[in-house]
């Protein structure tokens, strides 16, 4: 099975940048579809942002689209998120999310999880 660990979070103010990426060990990529999602304390885990195995199609929460790029290089088996216009609302810690291809993209559940990865936006 895959293991997923992001990097990339930080403190940044409102307005600022940050790119956030995701590096997987144990398999390649490429049998995945993958996605980026996020909590905030107090609140349930959201969807932010999902690609499919082969880059074609992206799908973004509606709060983060023209702000949020997802992309892969299946290559170097990593993910990214670049999170540009940041506001305070997207504090939260950002997960890394996997599905195997076999599913249609788009459906289903993500069945591999990293550990998260802070991000902290402050006005």
């Known amino acids: 099975q895959v293991q997923l660990v992001e990097s990339g979070g930080g403190l940044v103010q409102a307005g600022g940048s940050l790119r956030l990426s995701c590096t997987a060990s144990?398999?390649?990529?490429?049998?995945?579809?993958m996605a980026w999602f996020r909590q905030s304390p107090g609140k349930e885990r959201e969807f932010v942002a999902s690609i499919s195995w082969g880059g074609g199609f992206t799908n973004y929460a509606d709060s983060v689209k023209g702000r949020f790029t997802i992309s892969r290089d299946n290559a170097k088996n990593l993910v990214y998120l670049q999170m540009n216009s940041l506001k305070p609302e997207d504090t939260a810690l950002y997960y890394c999310a996997a599905q195997p291809r076999t599913v249609s993209y788009g459906t289903g559940e993500y069945e591999y999880w990293g550990q998260g990865t802070q991000v902290t936006v402050s006005s």
């Open positions: 144990g398999r390649t990529i490429s049998m995945y579809h």
